[in-house]
């Protein structure tokens, strides 16, 4: 059992991991986060290294709050949503956490494509959070 997060280096992605990681150590269980950026579709080589540069500094925060953690770098090709719910199966996710960008009101009638197959696909409960203003 753990809590999987979906993490990209974006403000929606750092409030998922840090609410991932209050509900992982209230729950007293462990937490992994799944990225599935693609550095192979990123043509920009500083971007890409910005990427791995932010996912260190994931493990280097995780380690200090003294988590029990697993950071998976997952680069299949397909959709984030796919990766990431894959991933909660094969662990028996206790719960998957996954970042909102705030949107106007006309966007707010349509939900992400990706959030959209998480919410409506995963097998457990999905803790859907918005970045700090």
């Known amino acids: 059992m753990a809590i999987v997060v979906g993490f990209i280096p974006t403000p929606e992605g750092q409030a998922a991991l840090v609410r991932g990681a209050e509900e992982a150590r209230v729950r007293q269980t462990s937490l992994v986060v799944v990225s599935s950026k693609d550095p192979a579709r990123e043509p920009d080589s500083a971007a890409v290294a910005r990427f791995e540069a932010e996912l260190e500094q994931v493990q280097e925060r995780l380690s200090l709050e003294g988590l029990k953690y697993d950071v998976r770098r997952v680069d299949t090709g397909r959709m984030a949503s796919e990766d990431l719910l894959d991933v909660a199966d094969e662990v028996a996710a206790d719960l998957i956490v ?34 700090p203003r």
């Open 98 to 131: 996954i970042g909102l960008r705030r949107r106007s009101p006309i966007g707010k009638l349509i939900l992400g494509s990706q959030a959209q197959q998480i919410l409506l696909t995963a097998e457990c409960p999905v803790l859907a959070v918005k970045a």
